[in-house]
């Protein structure tokens, strides 16, 4: 089945300040391929009023933010930026978000490929690159046409505080958030809080793909099916690939399109399929972000990523030893059976036993990158919706987030 993406020049339209980490050029890199993928329904992004995202943002927050976008624009913080079409910029992520609410309801998941991110942005605050948090406001939504239980999968590399701040108070919402550990903004401890309806992994840098794999496998799939939702939102950031500037997770490609197509098998295998919609949250390595999303497409549609896997043999990988620590370290935190159980690596004996913990072997390494991809600039397409040059990262920024 093809994901409908939802994407198109109105996200060139969010200046930032020269080498801000978060500019129009990851879109644009994004768009490019998207409009040449082949196995997705591209449409185009559904603009909405600031009427869309009333229940989720304070009204003195968000007159404050359009004022600030009619002055021309400016800073809300260090990290965090707006210029004059800013506010309609991310309320078009947030629109198209409510629009696709419709076609996944039917079946069909859906991804909007936007920007600004969003799920750093709480009830009257916005921060790290965020103004509106486009996922919490499909939630809202979702729950106002009468759904009870939805859950939100965040694996951007930085904790989704906002999100988690204002479905805290939704009991219809769980969250969880796979999340650098220790990283930006520093909240987000591993553990569970009320009862498992909010979970939050911190995850060692440099982890890679495997045993982030073994990870979203033995916490993340058991927690969604505890949590019985109707409906899966995916908070899809992609900083923690590991050519991104602003995470040290050492993901790739391939480990995106696994953990989409695991999200939506399970989604598939339920009695009547349960619907899901990702948001694009951070990622800001323009070429990796667009491997990757393409990837995530592909696994969301059941599809393999014929000519999309990542390029490059996976550098660094959490060893087999600090693996086991780290799911020791969470028996306390969870309350997962195989945590606890007596593990057959001493006969359950002692804290060792959990040679069954350990993840699998590397695969196969990845096929090599076919010449044509990715897919030649277009410069038509690079020209698209930019309302000045977009500025490129350079090393050494330290911006927080995204
Ligand atoms: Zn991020």
């Not at 994407?7 to 300040?17: D, E, K, L, R």
């Not at 004022?67 to 021309?72: D, H, P, T, V």
């Not at 076609?103 to 965020?130: D, Q, Y």
């Not at 927690?223 to 997770?249: F, K, M, N």
Request: proline fraction near 10%; include cysteine; charged fraction near 20%.
């Amino acid at each position: 089945m093809k994901p409908i993406v939802y994407s198109g020049p109105v996200f060139g339209h969010h200046p930032t300040p020269e080498h801000h980490p978060e500019h129009a050029g990851r879109w644009t890199r994004l768009y490019e391929v998207l409009e040449r993928h082949p196995g997705i329904i591209l449409k185009d992004p559904v603009e909405t009023g600031l009427e869309a995202v009333r229940e989720v943002h304070d009204a003195t927050y968000l007159s404050d933010l359009a004022a600030l976008c009619n002055a021309g624009g400016g800073s809300l913080d260090a990290d965090t930026w707006v210029g004059p079409r800013s506010l309609e910029v991310a309320l078009a992520a947030s629109g198209s978000a409510l629009d696709a609410l419709d076609h996944v309801l039917e079946g069909t998941p859906a991804f909007i490929a936007g920007r600004p991110p969003g799920h750093h942005a709480g009830r009257a605050r916005a921060m790290g690159f965020c103004l509106i948090n486009h996922v919490a406001v499909a939630a809202r939504a979702a729950i106002d046409r009468g759904a009870r239980r939805i859950a939100i999968v965040d694996w951007d590399v930085h904790h989704g505080n906002g999100t988690q701040d204002l479905v805290s108070a939704w009991p219809e919402v769980s969250f969880l958030s796979l999340h650098q550990d220790g990283h930006w903004p520093g909240t987000g401890p591993t553990g569970d809080v009320d009862g498992g309806r909010l979970r939050n992994l911190g995850i060692p840098s440099r982890t890679g793909h495997e045993a982030y794999l073994e990870v979203v496998r033995r916490l993340v799939l058991p927690w969604l099916t505890r949590q019985t939702p109707e409906i899966v939102l995916v908070s899809a950031g992609y900083d923690a690939h590991h050519e991104d500037p602003l995470g040290r997770l050492s993901l790739e490609a391939r480990t995106y399109h696994q953990f989409a197509a695991m999200l939506a098998s399970w989604c598939r295998d339920r009695t009547g399929t349960v619907p899901l919609l990702a948001v694009l949250e951070g990622g800001y390595a323009p070429e990796a972000l667009a491997r990757s999303v393409l990837a995530t497409l592909d696994g969301l549609g059941g599809t393999e990523p014929d000519r999309l896997p990542d390029m490059e043999e996976p550098r660094f990988m959490l060893s087999q030893d600090s693996f086991l620590a780290l799911t020791r370290s969470w028996r306390t935190a969870f309350p997962e059976p195989w945590l606890s159980a007596a593990g057959s690596g001493n006969g359950g004996q002692g804290p060792d036993d959990g040679a069954d913990l350990a993840p699998a072997p590397p695969s196969p390494p990845p096929r090599a990158m076919p010449s044509d991809w990715p897919p030649a600039r277009d410069d038509q397409a690079q020209a698209a919706g930019h309302d000045a040059a977009p500025p490129q990262p350079t090393p050494g920024d330290h911006y927080g987030g995204g």
